[in-house]
């Protein structure tokens, strides 16, 4: 069993930032890549960041890329989204998710374990 715990959500005014952190336990963390989607109401979850096993390459979504940073911590099994100059658009409940292997995946069908999310509002 896979446990995934979002953290770091919260209310902040556009131009603002904030730091999502996912805690992962259960598997060998280190072994595969990790995932931040997010998901508005009536619309499908869309990709956002993944980083691959090393933590070495990236890849983002064209929303956010320049202001989002993902990494990874193996050694504390944790992965971070750095998220600044939020944007009201950016307006979503959050999850991180395990990848089914070690390269990058922007589609969902690529992870196979899901945190509960947590919720980032952005004021405009």
């Known amino acids: 069993q896979v446990n995934l715990i979002e953290s770091g959500g919260g209310l902040v005014q556009a131009g603002g930032s904030l730091r999502l952190s996912c805690a992962a336990s259960?598997?060998?963390?280190?072994?595969?890549?990790m995932g931040w989607f997010r998901q508005t109401p009536g619309k499908e979850r869309e990709f956002v960041a993944a980083v691959h096993w090393t933590g070495r390459e990236t890849d983002y979504a064209d929303a956010v890329k320049g202001r989002f940073t993902i990494s990874r911590d193996n050694a504390k099994n944790t992965l971070y989204l750095q998220m600044n100059n939020l944007k009201a658009e950016d307006t979503a409940v959050y999850y991180c998710?395990?990848?089914?292997?070690?390269?990058?995946?922007?589609?969902?069908?690529?992870?196979?374990?899901w945190g509960q999310g947590t919720q980032v509002t952005v004021s405009s």
């Open positions: 259960g598997s060998t963390f280190n072994a595969y890549a």
């Open positions: 998710a395990r990848a089914r292997g070690i390269g990058l995946v922007q589609n969902s069908q690529g992870y196979a374990y």
